[in-house]
C-alpha cells in the first residue's frame, strides 16, 4: 500500500498539471504563455535544484569536489556546441553558393 501512495504523490502533481493545461488550452486556444514559461524558468528551475540539493544530504565538500567535474564538462559541450555551430554556418554558406 505505501507503494501507491509514493506512486500517487509523484504522479497526481504532474496529471493535475497537465490538466490544468488541457482545460486552459481548450477554453482559449491563444492563451498567452509567456508568463508560464517566465515562471517555470525563473521560479521553477531555481527551487528544483535547491530542492534536489539540499534532499540527497551531500556535503559541502562532496558538492565542492564534483563542482569542478561538472565545469569541465560544461566547458567542453560549450566547445563542441561552438564547433558545431561553426561547422553548420560553413556547410550552409557552401550550399548556397552553388
Same mark, same amino acid.
Request: a neutral charge; one cysteine or more.
Given at each position: @500500500?505505501? *507503494? =501507491?501512495?509514493?506512486?500517487?504523490?509523484?504522479?497526481?502533481?504532474?496529471? +493535475?498539471?497537465?490538466?490544468?493545461? !488541457? %482545460? $486552459?488550452?481548450?477554453?482559449?486556444?491563444?492563451?498567452?504563455?509567456?508568463?508560464?514559461?517566465?515562471?517555470?524558468?525563473?521560479?521553477?528551475?531555481?527551487? @528544483?535544484? *535547491? =530542492?534536489?540539493?539540499?534532499?540527497?544530504?551531500?556535503?559541502?565538500?562532496? +558538492?565542492?569536489?564534483?563542482?569542478? !567535474? %561538472? $565545469?569541465?564538462?560544461?566547458?567542453?559541450?560549450?566547445?563542441?556546441?561552438?564547433?558545431?555551430?561553426?561547422?553548420?554556418?560553413?556547410?550552409?554558406?557552401?550550399?548556397?553558393?552553388?
Amino acid at each position: @500500500m505505501d *507503494i =501507491y501512495l509514493k506512486l500517487f504523490e509523484v504522479l497526481f502533481p504532474i496529471f +493535475f498539471v497537465v490538466g490544468i493545461g !488541457y %482545460y $486552459l488550452g481548450k477554453n482559449n486556444p491563444k492563451i498567452d504563455t509567456t508568463f508560464i514559461t517566465n515562471f517555470a524558468a525563473n521560479i521553477g528551475t531555481p527551487a @528544483m535544484i *535547491i =530542492y534536489a540539493l539540499t534532499s540527497t544530504g551531500i556535503s559541502f565538500e562532496i +558538492f565542492k569536489n564534483y563542482f569542478w !567535474y %561538472y $565545469l569541465i564538462a560544461i566547458i567542453i559541450f560549450t566547445f563542441i556546441g561552438i564547433i558545431f555551430l561553426f561547422f553548420l554556418k560553413f556547410v550552409s554558406m557552401l550550399l548556397c553558393d552553388h
